[in-house]
């Protein structure tokens, strides 16, 4: 996929944040899907099927939440000096279009992804592809199993997979930053998350999840029976310092991804294409997609500029896309397992 698309990283390794470039060296034709509640993002727009049909030339999957966009003013002066992006007539504009998760929890919350990183893991990308993966790049601060709190989850990072079916290439990139859980699908193991109070063995997020709603309903009933303008109070500040509660109102979680073909397809296809691969999330996260979450998926067809490429039935890359975004998930937690004392250290 090398020909295809390149991809660069950038990190600070202290303060636990970073930022992955994917550059398309003939550009592509980019969808996106987004099925969080609070996603951090720039220039998604270019990929809806509404909007003026020019290639993308990098995708930004980064740290620092909507701060972390900034990453992508240095990966859009960087493409500029290489004379790359759209031209204008006056000037060229690289169409660079980003994703970020939430990190500030992790690591040091004053310090984000800038346009210094961006235009390093820019040139990084415009020299060659990288196949670091774990705690690299955007990876370098997630985590996941939040919904006990950051002192009962776990480090996450950045994953990728890629296969082959005849002529057709087909790859993923993804850091997984999620509030719920990670399951395999192929066993229904949960293998990441949400931890029990002496971090010795994985507990399920989403009983907890309903176990607190049950609780605020009763106490939520129990107020109103009694009419007690101070029992609500206490019942708002209860449900404030509940993690479960808090990790869910702070969209401090996301997982963000994408999946490159070198397969032809029109831009209605690649955003359906980003649709269809939701289901990897839900078959290997749960709970998400949730108001915490900023899940966003980015499909690249890399075929749709390179008339060399081959077309494929739009079910079957649906069947392999959701595929390959199953295993970079399960490649972003594997491949990011550091010892519980070197997590704490970081909280």
């Not at 398309?24 to 509640?37: K, L, M, Q, R, Y």
């Amino acid at each position: 996929m090398e020909r295809y698309v390149h991809l660069g990283h950038a990190e600070d390794t202290e303060a636990k944040t970073g930022v992955t470039v994917l550059y398309f060296p003939t550009g592509a034709e980019v969808g996106s899907d987004i099925s969080g509640g609070g996603p951090a993002s720039r220039e998604t727009p270019l990929t809806h099927a509404i909007t003026a049909d020019n290639p993308i030339n990098a995708l930004v999957l980064g740290g620092g939440s909507a701060y972390g966009l900034a990453a992508a003013d240095g990966v859009m002066r960087c493409l500029e000096q290489h004379g790359i992006g759209y031209n204008t007539g006056a000037a060229l504009v690289p169409l660079v279009v980003q994703s970020c998760i939430y990190d500030l929890s992790y690591g040091r919350r004053d310090v984000r992804p800038n346009a210094a990183m961006g235009w390093k893991a820019c040139e990084c990308a415009l020299q060659g592809t990288s196949d670091a993966h774990g705690n690299v790049g955007g990876g370098t601060g997630a985590t996941v199993g939040k919904l006990a709190g950051m002192k009962r989850a776990q480090k996450s990072g950045l994953g990728i997979y890629a296969i082959q079916l005849g002529t057709v290439k087909v790859a993923a990139v993804v850091i997984v930053n999620a509030v719920g859980d990670v399951y395999d699908p192929a066993s229904g193991k949960r293998i990441a998350g949400t931890h029990d109070e002496s971090r010795s063995a994985l507990i399920s997020g989403s009983d907890l999840l309903l176990e607190y709603a049950l609780h605020a309903m009763k106490k939520q009933s129990d107020a109103s029976e009694a009419n007690e303008a101070d029992s609500q109070t206490a019942l708002e500040k209860e449900e404030m310092q509940a993690a479960p509660g808090e990790a869910m109102r702070e969209h401090t979680n996301t997982t963000i991804g994408a999946v490159i073909t070198n397969a032809s397809f029109s831009t209605a296809e690649v955003n359906k294409l980003a649709s269809m691969t939701r289901t990897a999330y839900a078959r290997c996260i749960c709970p998400v997609g949730t108001m915490g979450d900023g899940d966003s998926i980015y499909f690249a067809s890399v075929g749709a500029v390179d008339k060399r490429t081959v077309r494929m039935d739009i079910n079957a890359m649906g069947v392999l896309s959701s595929y390959v975004m199953e295993q970079a998930i399960l490649d972003a937690v594997r491949s990011s397992e550091i010892p519980d004392e070197e997590y704490l250290a970081n909280l």
